[in-house]
């Protein structure tokens, strides 16, 4: 399984939209699709999981979606702390991570 | 809260051995799936093993035969035994813990430890 993440890097302003793409090689079950917030010298953060469902205390300004191989993750109105790298994870007995997107300012 | 802190990461000779641990608070190592993810510097995220409550472990290709998880229940702690080092195994290594609380997701993951193999 491959998991394709683009763009590699987005150029966005504060208040904008994000919408990342993750692309799978063959069709994964939604129930294992999560999507991932990283920041230098941070811990992962969990977004969504079940590739909708959001974490706890994650804002609602993100929301996921997709189903089969085409997996969207959606950012409404970007705030200064939501520049950072985003990552879709397959999880399973061999998880997979996609390359990841850039969300820069 | 749930928490992990890595540990165990160095400077490390091509071809020695190097073990990682991962020491759990909050909940219970081995009452649900964990795993050992690794980036290497400007990379992204690269999966390496995962090894589930009844003890099955899976090892991503680039590191079977030379990698080993395991729990130590006693410990709290999730153990990665690395041997045979390359310098392309350089790379901080994060543990990340599955609490239930999002389905199988891994919700629990630390800040990461620093291996570096060079002569």
Redesign the interface.
Known sequence: LVLTQSPATLSLSPGEGAALSCRASQSVAS??L?WYQ?KP??????LL??AS?R??GIPDRFSGSGSGTDFTLTIRGLEPEDFAVY?C?H?G????????TKVEI | DEQVVETGGGLIQPGGSRRLSCAASGFTVGSNYMTWVRQAPGKGLEWVSIIYSGGDTYYADSVKGRFTISTDKSRNTLYLQMNRLRADDTAVYFCGGCSGNHDDAFDIWGQGTMVTVSS
């Open positions: 129930g294992y999560a990283q010298g941070q811990a992962l953060r969990l999981y079940d469902s974490a706890t990552y994870l999880y007995s061999s998880p997979t991570f996609g390359q990841g």
